[in-house]
C-alpha cells in the first residue's frame, strides 16, 4: 500500500465530506448548454428534470446504513483513490474500519488508527513508528451519502441525471454532470434485497480545470461490512498503552513506537 501522501489526504477527505456539501455548490457553467435526454419508459432512467421518487426512495433506505448521525454504527471497506493532477498521489486498497457507540470512536484509515473515548484521544501511526495521547477531540469520520430526499430540488437545479442498471443482486444509481463545478458522478452499488451498500463511486472535478477529466479526481469505496452495532469494546487504548500511576506506557507489543504524551 502506497504511504498517504498530504496531497491524497486533501483529496479523500474532500470527497468523504463531499457527499453531504456537492449539491449546495454552484453548477459549473460551460459554453455549450447541457444536453438532457428525454425520458423513455422502459429504459434506464434519463431524467429530464424529473427525478425517479422510487429511485430516490431507495437511496433514503440505504442511506441508513451510512449515516454518521447515528448513535452506533460499524463500518469497513477498501479505498482506492486517484488525483488526476499527479499520477503518482494515489490510494491503492487503503483499509478503512469505523466503529462508534456515542462519543466513542475508533478509526483505522491504512497505516493510521485513531481512539477517542473516556476523555483521551490515541492517534497511531504504524508508518511513522509513533504514538500520540492527547486530550479528548472530535474525531472526523466524513464518510456519508446525501439524505436525497431533502435535495430533490437542488438535484433538478444543478442539471444531475439519474440513471441506474442492476447486475445479479447488486443495483447501481447514479447522479451524473459533466459540467458540475464540485461532482460529475456520484454512484452508489447496494444489495437490491438487503439495501446493503456495496460500493460509494465518487469524481470530483479539478478546482484549476473543472472541464478537463483528465485532472479528475476519483474515489472508490468498496464497503465489506456495515452493521448497527459497533463492536468498539474491543478497540481500547489497552491495546496500545497502559497507564502505570501517573504516568503511561507502551505495551510491550510496541516498544520500538515513540510515545508522545501531551495530556500533561
Not at 114 to 137: E, F, P, Q, R, V
Not at 160 to 185: A, Q, W
Request: aromatic share 8%; glycine share 6%; hydrophobic share 35%.
Amino acid at each position: 500500500m502506497k504511504k498517504l501522501s498530504k496531497g491524497t489526504g486533501l483529496i479523500i477527505f474532500i470527497a468523504l465530506m463531499v457527499s453531504s456539501t456537492f449539491f449546495a455548490l454552484s453548477k459549473y457553467k460551460a459554453k455549450d448548454p447541457i444536453k438532457i435526454d428525454k425520458q423513455v419508459p422502459g429504459t434506464d432512467t434519463v431524467t429530464n428534470n424529473i427525478i425517479d421518487t422510487a429511485k430516490l426512495g431507495l437511496l433514503t433506505k440505504v442511506y441508513k446504513n451510512l449515516d454518521p448521525n447515528r448513535n452506533e454504527y460499524f463500518l469497513s471497506g477498501l479505498i482506492n483513490a486517484n488525483n488526476g493532477a499527479d499520477t503518482s498521489d494515489h490510494l491503492l486498497n487503503t483499509e478503512y474500519v469505523l466503529s462508534k457507540r456515542g462519543n466513542e470512536v475508533y478509526l483505522k484509515f491504512g497505516q493510521t488508527e485513531t481512539i477517542n473515548a473516556n476523555g483521551i484521544c490515541i492517534y497511531i501511526d504504524h508508518g511513522m513508528k509513533k504514538i500520540m495521547l492527547s486530550k479528548s477531540s472530535e474525531v472526523i469520520t466524513g464518510l456519508a451519502i446525501p439524505n436525497l430526499t431533502e435535495q430533490v430540488k437542488k438535484i433538478r437545479e444543478e442539471g444531475f441525471k439519474m440513471k441506474s442498471d442492476k447486475t445479479g443482486d447488486t443495483e447501481r444509481i447514479v447522479l451524473s454532470n459533466p459540467y458540475h463545478l464540485s461532482c460529475k458522478e456520484y454512484a452508489v452499488s447496494f444489495n437490491s434485497n438487503t439495501l446493503k451498500p456495496e460500493r460509494i463511486y465518487v469524481r470530483l472535478s479539478s478546482f484549476e480545470e473543472p472541464e478537463n477529466t483528465k485532472m479528475d479526481n476519483v474515489i472508490d469505496f468498496k464497503i465489506n461490512q456495515t452493521a448497527s452495532a459497533s463492536g468498539i469494546d474491543k478497540y481500547t487504548e489497552q491495546n496500545f498503552v497502559k497507564k502505570q500511576g501517573k504516568e503511561w506506557a507502551l505495551n510491550p507489543g510496541y516498544k520500538g513506537y515513540e510515545l508522545i504524551n501531551t495530556l500533561n
